[in-house]
Each structure stands twice: as structure tokens, then as C-alpha cells.
Nanobody, 120 residues
Framework: QVQLVESGGGLVQAGGSLRLSCAAS?????MAWFRQAPRKEREFVAF????????YYADSVRGRFTISRDNADNTIYLQMNSLKPEDTAVYYC????????????????WGQGTHVTVSL
């Protein structure tokens, strides 16, 4: 069992930046960020694969968001720049030991979520 703890959400004005963190209690193969806005389905944001450092982003965030790692403590980060009101959502960290995927159903472990609100 892997536990994930997110932090770093908050309120920011449009055009601003936030950095989210997700600390895993054990080793995983892929860690990812998803988000869920009110009255919308959960959607993929980005993933990072530990084995080769590969990353993949949703079109809606590519060029604005960057996912990175801290090898020392199984932590990943999501640096979010040029934030837009449509980025407002609860952001969830997810992890799995066997998949590299943009599908939420492929992830076995989930964090509790952290709120991000982007105001005009």
C-alpha cells in the first residue's frame, strides 16, 4: 500500500503561479496529477515515470505546467504557471506500480486532493 500526501494548493490570481507537492510513502512506477472541477469529470493533467524520467501532459496545460521529482524522498511536484480561471479544481495525486497512463482507472493509489482556485 502506498500513501500519497498532497500540499501546495490555494488561491491565486489569473496569471499567477502555484507549486503542488505529492509525497509517496513507497516506491512507485508512475506518479500523476489529475484534477476535478465542480460538476465535471476528473481529468488527466500530467504524469511522471521514475524509471526513465519521462513526462506527459494534457494539451490544456502543456507549456504552462511542469512536473518534476525529488529522488531523495519519492516526491513529485507540479509547477503551475500562467494560471487561468479554468484551472480551478481539486488536484489529485495518483500513483501506480505498473502503468504509465493518462487514465484515472489505471491508478491504484490516490491522495486526498488539494484545492486550487484561480480568480480573475
Amino acid at each position: 500500500q502506498v500513501q500519497l500526501v498532497e500540499s501546495g494548493g490555494g488561491l491565486v490570481q489569473a496569471g499567477g503561479s502555484l507549486r503542488l507537492s505529492c509525497a509517496a510513502s513507497g516506491r512507485t512506477y508512475t506518479m500523476a496529477w489529475f484534477r476535478q472541477a465542480p460538476r465535471k469529470e476528473r481529468e488527466f493533467v500530467a504524469f511522471f515515470t521514475w524509471s526513465d524520467g519521462s513526462t506527459y501532459y494534457a494539451d490544456s496545460v502543456r507549456g504552462r505546467f511542469t512536473i518534476s521529482r525529488d529522488n531523495a524522498d519519492n516526491t513529485i511536484y507540479l509547477q503551475m504557471n500562467s494560471l487561468k480561471p479554468e484551472d480551478t479544481a481539486v488536484y489529485y495525486c495518483a500513483a501506480d506500480r505498473g502503468f504509465r497512463s493518462a487514465l484515472a482507472s489505471d491508478y491504484s493509489y490516490w491522495g486526498q486532493g488539494t484545492h486550487v482556485t484561480v480568480s480573475l
